[in-house]
């Protein structure tokens, strides 16, 4: 299994410009996450997907995000317009039904 | 609601002792209690878990974590530290539908 794919992995970018973070999960997993890390504020859970449904998006930051999974085996996040503060490491994680997840490898956005 | 706490920011050990990594948790119900490592620039690694059973438990990598009701804790240990055990660990629990996790914990192993 190839694991949880997200692409792309550096992401440069300028203010205001429109942002697609994309990742495919490990085939056969229902649920996926999307999460964001920086220094300062840490690991943050933005939303999450059951089945293709979001379940609970109160972790996105503002209406500028946006995300979407329209089958089992893709999901985008979508910064619109983006800011310097969105820079940040994105992941996405997928899991068959609950506990362990299994993390992707990341995009590094970086807004200038 | 659940949470875990990882009340070191960071721990510095000798290569080849023992090391020992915090997390303490406050749930409702019985925990089910996760680790994970990540490692520079990578995404983060399931270790192990404790669900239910034995109170020690076994993962990835020679560590290990012990589940201990009564301080409510989790620590994660692993009897002889390497170098390339260097890397930031995430404590978690299990909450309805999603995983709460700590703060994390940066581990230094030193030569």
């Known amino acids: 299994d190839a694991g949880v794919i997200q692409s792309p992995r550096h992401e440069v970018t300028e203010m205001g410009q429109e942002v697609t973070l994309r990742c495919k999960p490990i085939?056969?997993?229902?649920?996926l996450f999307w999460y964001r890390q920086t220094m300062m504020r840490g690991l943050e859970l933005l939303i999450y997907f059951n089945n293709n449904v979001p379940i609970d998006d109160s972790g996105m930051p503002e209406d500028r995000f946006s995300a979407k999974m329209p089958n089992a085996s893709f999901s985008t996040l979508k910064i619109q317009p983006s800011e310097p503060r969105d820079s940040a490491v994105y992941f996405c994680?997928?899991?068959?039904?609950?506990?362990?997840?299994?993390f992707g490898p990341g995009t590094r956005l970086t807004v200038t | 609601a659940q949470s875990v706490a990882q009340p070191e920011d960071q721990v510095k050990v000798a290569e080849g002792n023992p090391l020992t990594v915090k997390c303490t948790y406050s749930?409702?119900?019985?925990?089910?209690l996760f680790w994970y490592v990540q490692y520079p620039n990578r995404g983060l690694q399931f270790l192990l878990k404790?669900?239910?059973?034995?109170?020690l438990v076994k993962g990835s990598y020679g560590f290990e974590a012990e589940f201990n009701k009564s301080q409510t804790s989790f620590h994660l240990k692993k009897p002889s530290a390497l170098v390339s055990d260097s890397a930031l660990y995430f404590c978690?629990?299990?909450?309805?539908?999603?995983?709460?996790f700590g703060t994390g914990t940066r581990l230094q192993v030193f030569p």
């Open positions: 085939s056969g997993h229902n649920s």
């Open positions: 994680a997928s899991s068959y039904r609950f506990y362990e997840q299994y």
């Open positions: 978690a629990v299990w909450d309805t539908d999603k995983l709460i």
């Open positions: 749930v409702s119900g019985n925990p089910y």
């Open positions: 404790y669900i239910t059973g034995d109170n």
